[in-house]
T-cell receptor
Framework: DTEVTQTPKHLVMGMTNKKSLKCEQHMGHRAMYWYKQKAKKPPELMFVYSYEKLSINESVPSRFSPECPNSSLLNLHLHALQPEDSALYLC????????????????FGPGTRLTVT | DQQVKQNSPSLSVQEGRISILNCDYTNSMFDYFLWYKKYPAEGPTFLISISSIKDKNEDGRFTVFLNKSAKHLSLHIVPSQPGDSAVYFCAASAVGGTYKYIFGTGTRLKVLA
């Protein structure tokens, strides 16, 4: 099973709403990622969890709050978003790389298309 | 500052011919490179990777070439098929920053039947 699943596929929310994006993988990967992708742009890294601990936060505004409840699940909690936060949110997972060893490819989910009104 | 660049936003190739997608990088610390394919409304799919200790890696119709001195890599697809039509991203990472992949801007490949 090389699948990363994400729910929901589409989400429309108002600026005062609270919502969550969910991501799940069963490949035994211990690194999980959130990316944001705007139209005609490359994916931009937001957060990385390694062994369920937050290891990278790319200076993401606090209205985005990640959570990794266990090794298979990754959530992104959303609150008080702005219209410019509308984008495709991608989850990915990989084996964590060793500091002096090879890195590993990431497996991406299909994404959640988020629209903030 | 875009550390990974794909200077051709689009490319059209006839079915059966070779597709060559290019990627340039500026950070000499990058030592692992990947290519992803992305269809609309889907997440990127891993295609092929190469470590800086190699200059070529092949997997079926896909070959990646790395020229470290020029900080350049390319993806060759031979023969190209209509199903290869997608956006292709190259990505790079550095030892010590192994969780952090920097993506290029993408090249839209269209294979004409």
């Amino acid at each position: 099973d090389t699948e990363v699943t994400q729910t929901p596929k589409h989400l429309v929310m108002g600026m005062t709403n609270k919502k969550s994006l969910k991501c799940e993988q069963h490949m035994g990967h211990r690194a999980m990622y959130w990316y944001k992708q705007k139209a005609k742009k490359p994916p931009e890294l937001m957060f990385v969890y390694s062994y369920e601990k937050l290891s990278i936060n790319e200076s993401v505004p606090s209205r985005f709050s990640p959570e990794c409840p266990n090794s298979s699940l990754l959530n992104l909690h959303l609150h008080a978003l702005q219209p410019e936060d509308s984008a495709l949110y991608l989850c990915a997972s990989s084996h964590p790389g060793a500091d002096r060893g090879p890195t590993y490819e990431q497996y991406f989910g299909p994404g959640t298309r988020l629209t903030v009104t | 500052d875009q550390q990974v660049k794909q200077n051709s936003p689009s490319l059209s190739v006839q079915e059966g011919r070779i597709s060559i997608l290019n990627c340039d990088y500026t950070n000499s610390m990058f030592d692992y490179f990947l290519w992803y394919k992305k269809y609309p409304a889907e997440g990127p799919t891993f295609l092929i990777s190469i470590s800086s200790i190699k200059d070529k890696n092949e997997d079926g119709r896909f070959t990646v070439f790395l020229n470290k001195s020029a900080k350049h890599l390319s993806l060759h697809i031979v023969p190209s098929q209509p199903g290869d039509s997608a956006v292709y991203f190259c990505a790079a990472s550095a030892v010590g920053g192994t969780y952090k992949y920097i993506f290029g801007t993408g090249t839209r490949l269209k294979v004409l039947a």
